[in-house]
């Protein structure tokens, strides 16, 4: 007899629960898992603020200085990685605010410095050159374009079809459009002849109204009657540092022709771009509905006038307590204007500092002078005793060394013997630790050391060779009238997560500033960059 199976069906729902019905705790750990996801919303508006030569010593050195709501609210309130590093050598603002915004080192992205060498014209190239994009208030003609990579805010613009509004302000051109990427709907900065906000056709024909109005009351009607003093009794009386002692308070007047430069990198720069950010969240519809919007600002807290902390211990103790101020203001402005916890802060450094002046050698501390240009004078005339005349290193710049690759195929020479030849003759140079030629580079196996180097190289950039220069050393290149000391001394700055739920605590563990852009990301629901190899962090 056929047998009929009269069971009736199941559906898949009913199914579930009868699983959940037997298994509670499965059922708890799902339901908490869908409230989790609830509370992970996406912010408003994502403000990334980097710090160009912020310290982690000098931040907590002032805190008594500081007010509740600015550094100390990020310290207590938000997520604090205290070990933060950049995975390359050669630290410079260009490289490092790249590397923030694509999630990518400049071996990927292309910005390997503030200036390099280009092969073509044999003369240095500024990172954000372009000849087809005209300046607006600026003779200057910048843009992007030599990002090589997306950057996390172009990421934005593209998942949400461009609804999403980018803007980028900075006292430095390099910042302003290196944060701003690609699809951005403005970047600003400071232009150094006129003290007036500037920016690129690239991404518009005319400055916004906003930024208009901002210029007509400009620097140049501003500087005159400004004068940069302590901002309280107390900053201009405490001194942290080892030369210390009350020291008289310092008076700085903005005039003659480096008045806008001066101006540029004192503490007074960042409340002016400050400003210039509130003029943008006051009269444009940043954060107001539920598109994620993107700010991209950069501050200074270097030495006045670029001078290294020695020379000027007050001036950068009074940076900070101003930039405490700042930043506690902006907080205030986007709680006030978008909602409090529906704007995501991220705070971190360039890495970069100001470098000492002072003489080593009376101390008997080892250092001296290396010529860059001389050694590759020296090397050129080796080649020819080797290989027959000819002009074998077409130039120096910087720690690197670019040889006449035209000259090198015409004679039919072996690059790999060229290369192994001149290595050998720099490792015999006192104040040379390494040289790297690109093959090693390219092609050696992986160190620790060597991959940091390698993450600053890029193929169609970078020298030949790239010169090592021991710590200590100042390399100079007479050529090029460049001359900065060595150091490789490990500069320790935060990485500060603030809003949005994110959960308050404090982290030791190392990270690496790629992840930034990865952590960003997935935030904001939205693809990483795509030369971003780096996880995202796990802040909830």
Not at 425 to 430: A, M, T, V
Not at 449 to 456: A, D, P, V
Not at 485 to 498: A, C, D, G, W
């Amino acid at each position: 007899m056929q047998r009929h199976n009269h069971d009736k069906r199941i559906s898949p729902i009913e199914k579930f629960q009868e699983i959940l019905k037997f298994t509670p705790f499965l059922a708890i750990t799902l339901l908490a898992g869908i409230e989790a996801q609830a509370d992970r919303q996406i912010p408003r508006m994502v403000v990334n603020i980097t710090i160009d030569g912020l310290r982690s010593d000098l931040l907590d050195a002032f805190m008594p200085l500081y007010g509740n709501n600015g550094f100390v609210r990020l310290m207590n309130e938000g997520r604090v990685y205290s070990y933060a590093q950049y995975p390359n050598a050669n630290l410079n603002r260009a490289s490092s605010i790249a590397t923030l915004a694509t999630g990518a080192v400049p071996y990927d992205n292309g910005i390997i410095d503030l200036q390099w060498f280009n092969r073509n014209t044999l003369r240095p190239v500024y990172c954000v050159s372009d000849d087809t994009a005209n300046g607006i208030e600026t003779t200057e003609k910048l843009s992007p374009r030599n990002l090589g990579v997306s950057t996390i805010s172009d990421e934005l613009k593209a998942a949400t079809e461009g609804k999403s509004l980018v803007y980028s302000f900075a006292p430095f051109s390099d910042a302003a459009i290196l944060s701003a990427g690609h699809a951005a709907d403005g970047a600003f900065w400071i232009n150094p002849q006129n003290g007036k906000w500037a920016s690129t056709t690239y991404y518009s024909d005319q400055l916004p109204a906003w930024v208009s109005m901002a210029n007509r009351n400009s620097l140049s009607a501003i500087l005159p009657n400004t004068t940069w003093t302590p901002c309280s009794e107390l900053s201009g009386n405490f001194c942290y540092f080892l030369s210390g002692g009350v020291k008289e308070p310092f008076v700085h007047k903005f005039k003659g022709d480096r008045a806008y430069s001066e101006f540029m990198t004192s503490a007074l720069v960042n409340e002016h771009v400050c400003s210039l950010a509130k003029e943008c969240i006051k009269y444009t519809t940043v954060g107001l509905d539920d598109i994620p919007d993107y700010l991209a600002l950069t501050f200074y807290a270097g030495g006045y006038d670029n001078k290294p902390l020695t020379e000027c211990a007050m001036e950068i103790q009074d940076t900070y307590v101003r930039l405490d101020k700042v930043i506690a203001d902006l907080i205030a402005e986007t709680d006030e204007k978008i909602g409090q916890g529906k704007v995501l802060f991220i705070v971190t450094s360039t890495g970069t500092t100001d470098e000492e002046n002072s003489d080593l050698s009376k101390y008997r501390i080892p250092s001296g002078n290396f010529y860059i240009n001389r050694t590759g004078n020296l090397l050129n005339m080796m080649l020819m005793a080797i290989y027959g005349q000819g002009n074998y290193v077409e130039a120096t710049y910087d720690n690197h060394i670019y040889l006449n690759h035209k000259l090198i195929t015409d004679k039919q020479l072996n690059f790999t013997e060229v290369l192994d030849r001149c290595q050998e003759l720099l490792l015999q140079s006192q104040g040379v630790k390494d040289a790297y030629s690109s093959q090693r580079l390219l092609l050696g196996a992986w160190t620790p050391g060597i991959n940091k180097i390698r993450n600053s190289y890029n193929p169609r950039l970078s020298g030949d060779i790239l010169v090592q220069v021991a710590p200590g050393w100042r390399l100079v290149n007479e050529t090029q009238h460049q001359n900065r000391l060595v150091r490789e001394s490990y500069l320790n700055f935060p990485v500060f997560i603030y809003g949005l739920n994110v959960k308050s605590e404090k982290i030791e563990t190392p990270i690496t500033t790629e992840c930034i852009a990865a952590t960003l990301a997935s935030i904001m629901r939205i693809r990483a960059p795509n030369a971003c190899h780096s996880a995202a962090l796990n802040v909830y």
